[in-house]
Structure formats: C-alpha cells, structure tokens
C-alpha cells in the first residue's frame, strides 16, 4: 500500500488542476495520485489556514504536500517547504510558480535536512505514520524554532487531538485556538519556560 508520506514511484501520475479559495484569495493547485488530499484543499488544511494570524518572517511547511499551507503563506513571510515524497515536491515547486510565489522547496525526512530556525512551523502531520514518529516530528520542531517562536498544527478529535495538546504542554506552552467540525487549531509557543 502506498502512502503519502513515502516515496513510491510506482502509482501511476494522473495530474489534475483544483482551484480553491482560501480567505477569499483564488489559488490553483496542480494534484496527483500519490499526493495528500489529491482532489481539493482538505477541511483540516482550511480550518487551519482560516484559523492563523499573518505570519511574518521565517516560515517552515513541514510535509508540504502540493503545497497549499506554504504558498499562501508566502505573501507574508519566507517559506521553506520540505516533503519527503518526491511527487509532492515536485507539485509544490510546479504550484509555487503557478501562484507566482517565491518559496524554497526542498527534500527532507522530517527534520532531517533542516539546519535553520524559524519563527513558525506549521503542518498538517502525517498521522498515520504512528504515535511515536508523529511524537518524534511534533517534539523535534523544537529544536527548529526561535526562542517564543510557534508550530502550528490541525488535528481531528478522533486522530488524538486532545491527548496531542496534553503532550505538547510538556514541552511547549500548547493552546487550542480554534476548533471547527472536530479539528483542533493548535498553537505551541517555544517558550523559555519549558
């Protein structure tokens, strides 16, 4: 079985072209097979792109997919994306030039390839990859991120949503700052208290 957030060369390219609003701003977005929420920008992506401030300075889209969270966050900020899956990559620099945006897009298993911090981590996780690597991705973001700089993330409430907050407080000052048809809007402060 092939997942989204691997690299399998073997699912057959079918790309198609979405148009979405977000904010009230059109965007389009080439998808394919092989790709997370290949047929539209997914609720949970929505409800957390409605969800977050402007964000100024530097950004990181942590499993960028196609790319929908970096490239509307590009009007405001400088953002890196990272996938690990070449497809979605690929889609992402293909929409960044489709939506006249300056993004840096680049391969990296979780943090793996990522030396510099930022002001805001925000991602969509990849929850199926299991509690322990979700908690490896969500713990190590950390490291990533300037002092009181902040990771935004959706998570349904059937996915562990509330368990995840509980966890984040551990190492981060974590709040819910919007909740919408189950899907939690969370913001983790990196503060110099934890």
């Known amino acids: ?16 072209k979405i148009n979405v609003k977000i904010n009230n701003i059109s965007y389009s977005f080439y ?13 949970g992506t ?11 300075g530097d950004i990181l889209d942590l ?3 196609y790319g929908p969270i970096g490239i509307y966050l590009a009007k405001s ?24 945006v300056k993004v840096n897009v680049f391969e990296s298993d979780g943090f ?6 930022y002001d805001y981590i925000v991602t969509n996780p990849p929850i199926r990859v299991g509690k322990n690597k979700l908690y490896e991705l969500l713990f190590e973001a950390k490291k990533h ?3 009181n700089g902040i990771m935004y993330l959706v998570v349904n409430k ?37």
């Open 77 to 100: 900020g400088n953002v890196d994306m990272v996938d690990i899956n070449k497809r979605s990559m690929d889609l992402a620099i293909k929409n960044s030039e489709l939506n006249n």
């Open 145 to 147: 991120l300037k002092d």
């Open 63 to 65: 499993g960028c997919g």
């Open 1 to 16: 079985m092939s997942y989204y957030f691997s690299n399998d060369n073997t699912v057959k390219s079918e790309v198609k």
């Open 46 to 56: 929505r409800t957390l792109l409605e969800s977050i401030p402007n964000l100024e």
């Open 112 to 117: 793996k390839n990522i030396t510099k911090k």
């Open 158 to 194: 059937d996915q562990g949503a509330k368990s995840i907050l509980k966890d984040l407080n551990n190492k981060y000052e974590a709040n819910v700052i919007n909740k919408n048809k189950g899907f939690y809007i969370i913001e983790a402060k990196n503060s110099k208290k934890l």
């Open 31 to 43: 998808t394919d097979n092989g790709v997370f929420s290949k047929k539209g920008l997914d609720f």
